[in-house]
Structure formats: structure tokens, C-alpha cells
T-cell receptor, first 114, second 117 residues
Framework: KAGVTQTPRYLIKTRGQQVTLSCSPI?????VSWYQQTPGQGLQFLFE???????NKGNFPGRFSGRQFSNSRSEMNVSTLELGDSALYLC?????????????FGQGTRLTVV | GNSVTQMEGPVTLSEEAFLTINCTYT??????LFWYVQYPGEGLQLLLK?????DKGSNKGFEATYRKETTSFHLEKGSVQVSDSAVYFC????????????????FGQGTILTVHP
């Protein structure tokens, strides 16, 4: 069965622009979570969506937002990009029933802000 | 809040050596515990998991036992290979569900493993 698919794999954007990243979860998985990975801060939780509703969010500014569609595919958006937003953005899919007992990650989108 | 602490790295070993990467955690409730591996330029791959105390997760020669009394989940492998070179992450999810636990894994800082022939 197909894994988690993230597009695009690489992005280069200029400060002040906005960007949209996409994640298609494993078929049958209804929960999609997003993480930011940087060398300094490690892996940090951004937010989680289940059945088109955000159920949980981490400590990131409002410039970071997301949504989920009825087919469970999810997008995250970052507006007014800053240099510090350069990171690997990972999404994870899971069944979504209660706490996470198994989560599968995509290959990530490498965002570079110049 | 929840936290995960991994042993300081990087770790450098010769092929066929024994590997231990220490992981301890702080959590409320009964978390599930995971080890993920990340190869260069890739996302995270689930290596193994344990969902309750005394469970042993195992995969590809790697093992880890959920020790509630010592709040630990150390990763071990009896004989490492060059292909095991990667970054290893210990993680937990809150076991009770609801509220701030939905979809959230808390990760350690990662341990870089390099195996030489």
C-alpha cells in the first residue's frame, strides 16, 4: 500500500512570500500531523488534523496554518516567510483514534527561505 | 509537560559492534514509545514501538523494552552494519488520548550513528 506522499520535495522562497505544502496520507488514515525539523530545535509539532478539523496545535505563530480535505489530504501554509522558517517539514499519518499508537512519515519538504 | 532525553551523540562504531542508544522519558499517563530512524535526505521511518510497560519492540535486529520503573526505552542491536548509519530518534505519544495528545509525538534530540567497515 502506498505510503505518505509529500509535495513538493524542495522549495526555495524569498522572505515575505507565502508557501503551501501538501501531504497525502496512507489510505484509510484520517489523522495528519505536521512537524518542523531544524538542526537547532529538532522535531517540533505544528498541528494535527482529523476529519477536516484541527484537534491539536503546537507553539507556532499564526503565520503557520493548515487545513484538511474530505479525502484526508492536508495542506500547510506559511505566510510572510522568514529566514528562520527554513527547515524540513514532515507530515505523519495515523488512524487518528485517540492517542498515536503508530504514525508513518512522508519524505518531507525541504523549504529554503532566502 | 512530556519530554524525551536521548544519549549524547554522535556514536561511532565498527561493523559488528554492539549498539546501545539510551532514551529516558517524562510523561503523564501511559505513553506509547517509539524509535524512528532517519537516513540522509529522507523522512522518518518507524523502526519499532511498544505501547505498554514491559513490552519489547523489535525489528531488523533492533530491540527496545518499555521500562516503566526506570522510564526508559533503550535501543539495542547486537551487531551493527554500515547500512545502519543514520540518525535515531526516540519518541513518545500520550497514552490517554484527547486534548493536547491528538496526533502529537514528542521527540528526543536524535542520535547520529556512524558505523565504519
Amino acid at each position: 500500500k502506498a505510503g505518505v506522499t509529500q509535495t513538493p520535495r524542495y522549495l526555495i522562497k524569498t522572505r515575505g512570500q507565502q508557501v503551501t505544502l501538501s501531504c497525502s496520507p496512507i489510505s484509510g488514515h484520517r489523522s495528519v500531523s505536521w512537524y518542523q525539523q531544524t538542526p537547532g530545535q529538532g522535531l517540533q509539532f505544528l498541528f494535527e488534523y482529523f476529519s477536516e478539523t484541527q484537534r491539536n496545535k503546537g507553539n507556532f505563530p499564526g503565520r503557520f496554518s493548515g487545513r484538511q480535505f474530505s479525502n484526508s489530504r492536508s495542506e500547510m501554509n506559511v505566510s510572510t516567510l522568514e529566514l528562520g522558517d527554513s527547515a524540513l517539514y514532515l507530515c505523519a499519518s495515523s488512524l487518528g483514534q485517540g492517542a498515536v499508537t503508530e504514525a508513518f512519515f512522508g519524505q518531507g519538504t525541504r523549504l529554503t527561505v532566502v | 509537560g512530556n519530554s524525551v532525553t536521548q544519549m549524547e551523540g554522535p556514536v561511532t562504531l565498527s561493523e559488528e559492534a554492539f549498539l546501545t542508544i539510551n532514551c529516558t522519558y517524562t510523561a503523564t499517563g501511559y505513553p506509547s514509545l517509539f524509535w524512528y530512524v532517519q537516513y540522509p535526505g529522507e523522512g522518518l521511518q518507524l523502526l519499532l514501538k511498544a505501547t505498554k510497560a514491559d513490552d519489547k519492540g523489535s525489528n531488523k535486529g533492533f530491540e527496545a523494552t518499555y521500562r516503566k520503573e526506570t522510564t526508559s526505552f533503550h535501543l539495542e542491536k547486537g551487531s551493527v552494519q554500515v547500512s545502519d548509519s543514520a540518525v535515531y530518534f526516540c519518541a513518545l505519544s500520550e497514552g490517554m488520548g484527547g486534548g493536547t495528545s491528538y496526533g502529537k509525538l514528542t521527540f528526543g534530540q536524535g542520535t547520529i550513528l556512524t558505523v565504519h567497515p
